[in-house]
């Protein structure tokens, strides 16, 4: 069907699927925008687009409401493998996705209504290393390190799960203080690529309470590769068990890490709507 497109959320954050294969027009940086328009277009959190693949069953290009184009994406992966199942691209309850922040695994793990409610991602490996997240720091993990921003000062961790977080460990959580200053973090010179940013408070050792300001979407209710930056944060500074839940304000995850570092999210996906994009917003994506 052309021009077909399904929006669902995770945890409150939702994103809008659409099928390269389908659409009739370009997916410019200034159609992106637009139909993440809320009041000009459908209204997301950013775009999903299955593309082909040459490596895994499926291909994923993730698109920021801004226009950039995201690495990876916990919430937005969760989105695409309940839209695969759902609509019959996937022939199987497991299958391999491929993003460009790397090849991963999604399981259908329970179903509703024989549709997808419940799934498991393997989100791939945790990496420390500065220079791959990227981070510009003089020591080989950016771990416990301050950064300056022109107000105030934050102790940062940074770490990599297929795209780059900055966790800041809080005693509380501030919903005005991440909004002021994490966009500040974001485009802080230190980040080559900016960054996602998460303050986040230890609640014991299995729960941890999360805030979330999302590179190139701004506050968002939930994050899955924010969360997965989380888990890997507190175990890697000894404050937690491996087997986490991540409590934030559109709801929890669960987060396993191994031994290796190897990450896997388990969370619900809802649909919202489906329908084709009007001719009219069509035209307007292509003045």
């Known amino acids: ?23 009739t027009f370009e997916l410019t940086e200034k159609a992106i925008i637009r139909i993440c328009d809320v009041h000009f277009g459908i209204g ?32 937005g992966l969760r989105i695409f493998a309940k839209y695969l199942y759902d609509y019959g691209f996937a022939q199987s309850k497991s299958f391999s996705i491929e993003t460009p922040g790397g090849l991963v695994r999604a399981e259908v793990i329970e179903e509703k209504n024989n549709k997808a409610f419940t799934i498991k991602v393997d989100m791939g490996k945790a990496i420390f290393e500065s220079k791959k ?22 102790e940062i961790n940074c770490v990599s799960v297929g795209n780059p977080h900055c966790v800041v460990l809080k005693d509380e959580l501030d919903e005005k203080e991440i909004k ?4 500040q973090i974001e485009t802080n010179p230190m980040f ?25 979407a701004g506050w968002t209710l ?11 944060t507190v175990v890697k500074r000894g404050l937690t068990e491996r087997n986490l839940t991540i409590k934030m304000p559109g709801g929890n995850l669960a987060i396993e890490i191994d031994e290796d570092w190897e990450i896997r999210m388990t969370g619900e996906v809802r649909e919202i709507g489906s329908g084709t994009l009007g001719a009219e917003l069509i035209e307007d994506l292509e003045l």
């Open 1 to 23: 069907m052309q021009n077909f497109f399904v929006k669902s959320h995770g945890l409150g954050n939702d994103y809008i699927v659409l099928n390269q294969d389908e659409i």
């Open 180 to 183: 002021t200053f994490g966009p």
């Open 222 to 232: 939930a994050s899955g590769s924010s969360s997965c930056a989380v888990a890997c």
């Open 133 to 154: 997240i990227p981070v510009i720091c003089e020591k080989e993990e950016c771990i416990g390190e301050t950064l300056e921003l022109e107000y105030r000062g934050y």
């Open 44 to 75: 997301s959190d950013g775009i999903l687009l299955k593309v082909p693949s040459e490596k895994a069953d499926f291909g994923l290009r993730i698109l920021n409401p801004d226009g950039s184009e995201a690495e990876k994406s916990g919430n």
């Open 192 to 216: 080559p690529n900016r960054i996602n940013v998460q303050f986040a408070k230890v609640v014991s050792p299995n729960e941890v309470e999360v805030m979330i300001w999302e590179r190139g």
